[in-house]
């Protein structure tokens, strides 16, 4: 059983507690959920809305047809009347967020106790009480679902990048707020202790610098932005690439060029995480499709980065780091991390941006030039060997099929669901930078290879073009800001077997 919820309304309405709260009791209940947000860029007005999904089985994507719509306002039945199915249920009333609480719990034949409990955590419960028992006595039950023993629970992409952050004993985080990096910010600064400050920086040349200065010392410091910031950031990779103090930076990507769409979705910064920066020096690269893998992915960053001393990206987008998915395995358990160099305080320690000897004194010695890059080059090497020992790929589906699907980041949901009827392999690509050797294996053995993005220039299929002199010719791609819907994206799998 699958059913697509709609919510609709202006922002301000309390769209988001209304759905977080329904999302909540379903998965107490043992019931599946995925969630995603569709929101402008204001404060108050305009039309956000968001779309839950609910399953008995596994989901990690919305569909294009809704079940149930609710309209918090007058708008949200005229702006999407042509994704209703015949008998799907309007609800539209002139009442508080909370009616329509009470009314899906009863449509829905949810546990009203369980509603009532997140009730008690908002202000003015007893008003949201008498709301949501008005609603709930309003209509009859339209759904029976599976009540099961949940071990369930929800998170979202910022969530599980906190999380992964603290696993790793994180001392500190620098940022400047950029919608959607900025919910990783907020979730860190909720566990604020003696171990770990959150500092707001003035922007985000200062943040970087910030966390380079403060891993200098031996804390455990990242940063993160969205695009445009990440962009003010370039300077500093440079700089991390010659003195080689450990930086973990979170690219949670949205829209561009420039301010672009600000509060929507795409996988077009994928280059800017490759390339930022000048000069030659290593990076790793790591694009988790779930809030698991975040929390995992996250981990290892601070682990490479640290054992490497080097750059480790963690590349999200708006759609991971926004959208609330299921639970439903524990992730692994962190590697614990080393911090195994010199550090201030106990010895002089130096950290040049010029070209350095060992005592990290400037030079202009065309040997050590030579020696110093070689070097660099060398650790990448080293650190592909070692994501070898990590999870650098998934390979989902039919493990013997020829044809290959090949996607990355926040497409692994809808991936998931699209192709669970179809005789192909899915392959996950965790670590993009360095490239596992494992990915020119698979896609040596494809017939067909069918490549999944969300952007206009396939820039996963350049890269990997490049690393393993394979052209890729069928790809799907996504660029309207908007994340791929499993049913749609179904049909432009099939349309590419058949061709």
Known sequence: MKLNILFGGKAGQGINIVSHILAKILVKQGIYIFQSRDYESLIRGGHNFNILTLSDKPVNSNESKIDILVSIDTKTIELHKDELKQDSIILQEDKGNMYFAGQLTKLLDLDFNLLKEELQKLRNFEENLEQATQGYNSKETKFNLPVKQSHLSILNGNQAAAQGAINSKLNLYFAYPMTPATG???ELASHQSNNLTVFQSENEIAAINSALGASFTGARAMTGSSGGGFDLMTEALSLQGQT???LVVYLASRPGPSTGVPTYTSQADLNVALYAGHGEFPRIVTAPGDPKETIEKTNEA????EKFKTLAII?????????EYTLSEKPNQPIQIQTQRALP????VKASSYEHDEQSLTTESPELTIRNAEARIKKQKQIQDEIENLQSIKIHNNQESE???????STKGAILDAIQDFNVKFLQILYINPLSKKVKEEMQKAKKIILIENNSTALLADWLTQKTGIEIKNKILKYDGRPFLSDELKTKIQENLND
């Open 315 to 323: 590349l999200t987008d708006k759609h991971l780091a926004e959208s």
């Open 403 to 409: 044809n290959l699907i090949i996607g990355w980041g």
């Open 244 to 246: 080689e103090i450990p």
């Open 184 to 186: 990783l910010m907020n």
């Open 345 to 348: 305080g106990n010895q002089i």
């Open 302 to 305: 601070f682990y490479l980065s």
